[in-house]
């Protein structure tokens, strides 16, 4: 390769990316926390106010007998009516096939080799995008 700095740069970015747990994990430990805050928040009784109808909506303990019902019974409906649902799934499966296969980090090292030094940072940009 042309620039060795680059080159340094560029597997830094690589061994930082790869540090990042799965999506999967993301995804359950996030819905983890999700469970762990509503009952924190009912038990302390926290509430909102709906500021277009004005309604009162107090947070749901989810791990109780009612709110676990509720995580069955509205699972399907939850996936099936969040639009960006299905686009998001597309997506991660393809980057997931894509990372995989070494096609993303082929496609970066050759887009970076073959741009000019002042289009470098712009070009980075739009990468990472």
């Not at 700095?5 to 999700?34: H, M, Q, Y």
């Amino acid at each position: 390769m042309k620039n060795p700095i680059l080159t340094k740069f560029l597997d830094l970015i690589e061994r930082g990316g790869n540090k990042l747990p799965d999506p999967l994990t993301l995804f359950f430990s996030l819905a983890a926390l999700i469970l762990g805050l509503s009952v924190l928040l009912s038990s302390m009784g926290v509430e909102v106010v709906n500021p277009a109808n004005g309604a009162v909506i107090q947070v749901v303990n989810l791990l109780d007998g009612a709110g676990f019902q509720r995580i069955l019974g509205e699972l399907v409906k939850n996936f099936a009516l969040f639009p960006p649902f299905a686009v998001v799934l597309v997506c991660m499966l393809g980057i997931g096939v894509a990372e995989k296969s070494g096609l993303i980090n082929s496609a970066l090292k050759k887009t970076v080799t073959i741009v000019p030094a002042s289009l470098l940072p712009a070009t980075l940009v739009f990468c990472g995008v």
